[in-house]
């Protein structure tokens, strides 16, 4: 239906206006040869249909908003004033009372459009007016996040640009999300965000028409929020010593390091980020991942453990605490785990579940699930009589029982129960909601059974993964390009779509200390899931969505936001030739990109050699360098390769 009604609308705008362009993925105009190419409408996500007139808007220096259901639309008129005031200067005012002289116009239907539902809106730019149409105020605060990219880039800016031709192209727009659930997972538990940092992340979302905040308020290294009746969770738990580096592998704290690294957010401070992401049309799901990831809380209150060891914990900073040798689960060399067996446990969750109910509004609660490491409790005596009792045989279904037993005190608060989906393993009830991570695979499986299912794979939507080669990037485990990134399809073949409910990026920051950190490895990746999650399937292009990528890089410059220009950098192939020299092949996400390098230690421009084929590595050098350009333009950053590292990576057979 919702295709039929825009396809009719489509046809309407193209009939009125003869001199229209229509604006697709497969339009000449959006594909020019060089991806920099400037192209007036470049906006993320791409909406449904795009429909370019002739002419422009140009804004008055006295800007007159009209909003007849001002009451309902005050976030949105309050953001437009925020947003086309500081960068202009100009003056802007609003009126619920019907103008003739409005030059914006937010209107709200009195009859339902199916065509867009709740979150979708009508933009309509004119040389006289610009009109927003949607059925709920959501949908017109979208319609306004699409209509700021419409503007020059200088419109991101905090303070006032001066010479600015402050003009909008003529357009008609339709536009209505894929998907309902559209997130950003921030880990605020391995490192600690400030309220303000918190606060200045969903500003950066809301852009790109993300919805759900998903924070990860607890784990081994940090619990982030005050529960009362447990003061010991942020006395104690929420402190670390403070270590630099590459996180797990750091050396173990002495007693005498201070723990004074880390904080935690008051109930009022997330009642105030609650509201904050609500006037923003944001839900934030809260997480306190349990059983595993739970060392905080047993360094707080070792009664929560199973292992009388626990006794000398101290929350995790940074040292080694997991084998991960064998893979997941990892093997646990201290016991992070709450205990399955101890009903102080349930006790605990209990309180911790209730007021963490009472402080989200949000439907779900997350209640993580994940990598919890089972070889303590197979040596623990409450374990071995647990699992007699309740005639439990695997460690999985002794999870299981947790999880059930969970369930039921978050059903008890009026929430629904949501984990990773390792959950699925010991089995759990139809109600559970999986956010399913560790591969498509087990979405798929659990969408078959008919759970409900967040998309949020490694493969594709884990922003803590490396951008580009670990010798530029923060070194984790795995890396994701952009490119990648944008392949990612949240609603799979054979599935029925009614039970995939959305889709979010992660975030984990073990290896992001600031917040503009955060900002780095979330953007551009996020603005390929926001398109995934947002815009129809049909119209992805990887060409078309780069080339409005780098008008964004423009905007964010503007905005002061940090992103990674990853993209520009070569990816580095290396194997060896017959008679075992080191031959390195280059190539680039983005097409339209020249390659120079050197290998004499001096630093390359574009009089150096030119990749056009692999390169053997001379016997005698020490490092590659090498850069990416424009024509004579250097965009990429300057990478250094050890020869070393590319004999690492291409060993000689023995």
């Known amino acids: 239906m919702k295709l039929f009604l825009s396809s009719v609308f489509l046809s309407i705008s193209m009939g009125v206006a003869a001199q229209s362009t229509l604006i697709t993925n497969d339009n000449v105009a959006l594909q020019q040869p060089a991806n920099h190419a400037y192209n007036e409408i470049a906006i993320i996500p791409e909406p449904v249909t795009v429909t370019k007139q002739e002419g422009h808007f140009v804004l008055?220096?006295?800007?007159?908003?009209?909003?007849?259901?001002?009451?309902?639309?005050?976030?949105?008129?309050?953001?437009?004033?925020?947003?086309?005031?500081?960068?202009?200067?100009?003056?802007?005012s609003a009126t619920a009372a019907a103008s003739n002289t409005a030059n914006i116009r937010l209107v709200l239907t009195d009859k339902n459009d199916a065509a867009?539902?709740?979150?979708?809106?009508?933009?309509?730019?004119?040389?006289?007016?610009?009109?927003?149409?949607?059925?709920?105020?959501?949908?017109?605060?979208?319609?306004?996040?699409?209509?700021?990219?419409?503007?020059?880039?200088?419109?991101e800016s905090k303070e006032e640009v001066k010479d600015v031709k402050w003009q909008i192209p003529c357009v008609n727009i339709t536009d209505y999300p894929r998907l309902g659930w559209r997130g950003l997972m921030f880990d605020v538990a391995r490192h600690f965000f400030t309220k303000d940092e918190v606060k200045q992340y969903i500003d950066?979302?809301?852009?790109?028409?993300?919805?759900?905040?998903?924070?990860?308020?607890?784990?081994?290294?940090?619990?982030?929020?005050?529960?009362?009746?447990?003061?010991?969770?942020?006395?104690?738990?929420a402190w670390n010593v403070k270590r630099v580096g590459s996180f797990g592998n750091f050396i173990p704290p002495k007693p005498d390091e201070p723990r004074n690294y880390g904080g935690f957010y008051t109930q009022e401070?997330?009642?105030?980020?609650?509201?904050?992401?609500?006037e923003r049309f944001v839900n934030i799901l809260p997480e306190v991942d349990v059983p595993g990831h739970s060392l905080a809380a047993v360094a707080s209150y070792p009664e929560l453990s199973c292992t009388p060891d626990a006794v000398n914990y101290k929350v995790r900073s940074g040292e080694r605490i997991m084998d991960w040798s064998r893979g997941a689960p990892p093997l646990a060399m201290v016991d992070n785990t709450l205990c399955p067996a101890n009903e102080k446990v349930y006790e605990f969750l209990d309180t911790v579940i209730s007021q963490v109910a009472q402080i989200f509004p949000f439907e779900y609660i997350h209640m993580g699930g994940d990598e919890a490491?089972?070889?303590?409790?197979?040596?623990?005596?409450?374990?071995?009589?647990?699992?007699?009792?309740?005639?439990?045989?695997?460690?999985?279904?002794?999870q299981s029982y947790f999880e059930r037993r969970l369930e039921k005190i978050v059903a008890k608060h009026g929430k629904r129960f949501m984990a990773w989906d390792e959950v699925l393993e010991g089995g759990v009830s139809q109600s559970t909601a999986v956010?399913?991570?560790?591969?498509?695979?087990?979405?798929?499986?659990?969408?078959?059974?008919?759970?409900?299912?967040?998309?949020?794979?490694?493969?594709?939507?884990?922003?803590?993964?490396?951008?580009?080669?670990?010798?530029?990037?923060?070194?984790?485990?795995?890396?994701?390009?952009?490119?990648?990134?944008?392949?990612?399809?949240?609603?799979?073949?054979g599935v029925d779509p009614k039970y995939i409910k959305g889709a979010q990026g992660n975030l984990w920051t073990e290896q992001?200390?600031?917040?503009?950190?955060?900002?780095?490895?979330?953007?551009?990746?996020?603005?390929?899931?926001?398109?995934?999650?947002?815009?129809?399937?049909?119209?992805?292009?990887?060409?078309?969505?780069?080339?409005?990528?780098?008008?964004?890089f423009e905007r964010l410059n503007a905005a002061e936001?940090?992103?990674?220009?990853?993209?520009?950098?070569?990816?580095?192939?290396?194997?060896?030739?017959?008679?075992?020299?080191?031959?390195?092949?280059?190539?680039?996400?983005?097409?339209?990109?020249?390659?120079?390098?050197?290998?004499?230690?001096?630093?390359?421009?574009?009089?150096?050699?030119?990749?056009?084929?692999?390169?053997?590595?001379?016997?005698?050098?020490?490092?590659?360098?090498?850069?990416?350009?424009?024509?004579k333009k250097p965009i990429g950053r300057m990478m250094h390769m050890p020869i070393d590292e590319l004999n690492k990576r291409a060993p000689l057979k023995k």
Not at 123 to 148: D, E, M, R
Not at 269 to 278: G, M, P, Q, R, S
């Open 60 to 92: 008055p220096q006295s800007i007159l908003i009209q909003a007849v259901k001002s009451n309902e639309l005050k976030q949105s008129i309050t953001f437009l004033q925020e947003r086309l005031g500081i960068p202009t200067g100009y003056f802007i």
């Open 116 to 155: 867009i539902g709740a979150e979708g809106y009508h933009l309509q730019v004119t040389p006289q007016q610009i009109v927003i149409t949607a059925n709920k105020p959501a949908g017109i605060f979208y319609g306004v996040q699409t209509l700021i990219q419409l503007l020059p880039k200088e419109i």
């Open 204 to 237: 950066a979302m809301v852009r790109y028409k993300y919805n759900i905040l998903h924070l990860h308020l607890t784990d081994d290294e940090g619990w982030r929020i005050e529960i009362k009746g447990y003061p010991k969770l942020t006395e104690v738990g």
């Open 269 to 278: 401070d997330l009642k105030e980020l609650v509201a904050y992401a609500k």
């Open 373 to 398: 490491p089972h070889n303590f409790w197979e040596k623990t005596p409450q374990i071995m009589e647990l699992m007699k009792r309740e005639n439990l045989k695997t460690m999985p279904q002794v």
């Open 435 to 493: 956010m399913s991570w560790r591969d498509m695979k087990y979405g798929v499986e659990a969408a078959k059974n008919k759970h409900e299912v967040v998309m949020s794979p490694t493969q594709y939507a884990y922003l803590d993964y490396m951008q580009a080669d670990e010798i530029t990037e923060p070194k984790v485990y795995k890396g994701l390009r952009l490119s990648k990134t944008y392949q990612f399809d949240p609603v799979p073949e």
């Open 512 to 552: 992001v200390y600031n917040i503009r950190q955060a900002e780095y490895m979330t953007w551009p990746r996020g603005f390929a899931i926001a398109e995934s999650v947002w815009s129809p399937k049909e119209k992805k292009n990887w060409k078309n969505f780069f080339a409005r990528t780098e008008q964004h």
């Open 561 to 631: 936001t940090k992103y990674a220009p990853s993209v520009y950098d070569p990816i580095f192939a290396v194997k060896r030739t017959a008679d075992g020299r080191l031959l390195v092949t280059l190539t680039t996400e983005v097409e339209d990109l020249d390659i120079y390098y050197s290998f004499d230690n001096s630093f390359p421009d574009h009089f150096y050699p030119k990749y056009t084929e692999p390169l053997v590595v001379p016997i005698d050098a020490n490092a590659l360098k090498v850069i990416t350009y424009r024509g």
